[in-house]
């Protein structure tokens, strides 16, 4: 049981949403809307945009302000995915990181796991990276997960006899990127329904300029980071106004103290 207050709902549209076990219900203030065959990202943001600051070490924690709320919201939506697609920059940054919902969030780990029985799914998600260049670090513990290694002939090419056996390569268009379409259309077509985007804004960039990320969960963290050289914002890498962008679909809104919880849908055509 979870000390943390729950989250006020401001907003919620209507929507086919399934019901949650009861305490993740609760400090949720509701129910997912997230159908069963879909990509959706989650990103904490600085009122200014910055996602992260490579150069600093724990960088999203900073941007965060460290908010309870924020890794109750992640571990529900980690516990709500059947699989987590990372780059290999996010997975760089996360030295230990294995992307699991009782991890971030320990006080839910019961609810979470109920969650996931109730989905069916394992007790973790299976986490799938992407690399072009094959640039990844071989002891990383989440490659000891049964990590799916999505990369070109390139990069399985230097990736060659260096990762634990039970680390799957697969490789797949691209040269200088993976061809993002490709790979989602790989983890789709093995079964893996609910994807969740925890990839950076590279990787995020080439999904959403693909077309590909149904939802966005956007907590919005009450901090000016500032750019400077090197911060990255929500997108990197890609531009899409004038022509390749259109009005997302707000779902719902939730505060807890001064963060935000946004959560938009990006593939619904909501154009007049
Ligand atoms: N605030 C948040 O919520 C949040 C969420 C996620 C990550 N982050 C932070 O973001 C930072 C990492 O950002 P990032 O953008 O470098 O990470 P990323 O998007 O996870 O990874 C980018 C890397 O993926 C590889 N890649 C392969 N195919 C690609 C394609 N089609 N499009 C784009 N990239 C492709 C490239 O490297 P190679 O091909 O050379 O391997 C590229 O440098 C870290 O500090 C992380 O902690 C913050």
Do not use: Q
């Not at 065959?37 to 302000?65: E, K, M, T």
């Not at 990383?140 to 990369?151: G, M, R």
């Not at 993976?178 to 804004?201: C, K, N, Q, T, Y």
Request: proline share 7%.
């Amino acid at each position: 049981m979870s000390e943390l207050e729950p989250l006020a709902v401001l907003r919620e549209a209507p929507a086919a949403a399934w019901a949650l076990p009861g305490e993740l219900r609760r400090l949720y203030g509701g129910d997912l809307a997230l159908p069963g065959r879909c990509l959706y990202a989650n990103f904490v943001a600085s009122i200014d945009g910055v996602v992260a600051i490579p150069s600093l070490a724990g960088s999203n924690a900073l941007i965060s302000g460290k908010s309870e709320a924020d890794r109750f919201v992640m571990g529900l939506l980690r516990a709500a995915a059947d699989l987590v697609l990372i780059g290999s920059g996010t997975l760089r940054a996360s030295p230990a990181g294995r992307w699991r919902a009782e991890t971030v969030y320990p006080p839910a780990a019961e609810a979470y796991g109920t969650l996931r029985r109730e989905l069916g799914y394992e007790a973790s998600p299976r986490v799938a990276i992407v690399t072009a260049s094959g640039a990844i670090p071989p002891e990383h513990p989440v490659l000891a997960d049964s990590a799916i290694v999505l990369t070109t002939e390139r990069g399985a090419a230097r990736l060659d006899g260096e990762l634990p056996a039970v680390a799957e390569i697969v490789v797949l268009p691209g040269e200088a990127e993976v061809d993002v379409r490709a790979a989602v259309d790989l983890l789709h077509g093995r079964g893996h329904g609910r994807i969740l985007s925890e990839a950076g804004p590279h990787v995020f960039g080439s999904l959403v300029e693909a077309e590909l990320v149904d939802d966005l969960f956007l907590t919005v963290s009450p901090l000016l980071a500032g750019r400077g050289d090197t911060a990255f914002a929500l997108v990197e890498g890609v531009t899409l106004l004038p022509d390749r962008t259109r009005p997302a679909l707000l779902r719902s809104v939730r505060a807890h103290g001064s963060h935000l919880f946004l959560h938009y849908a990006l593939s619904v055509d909501v154009r007049p």
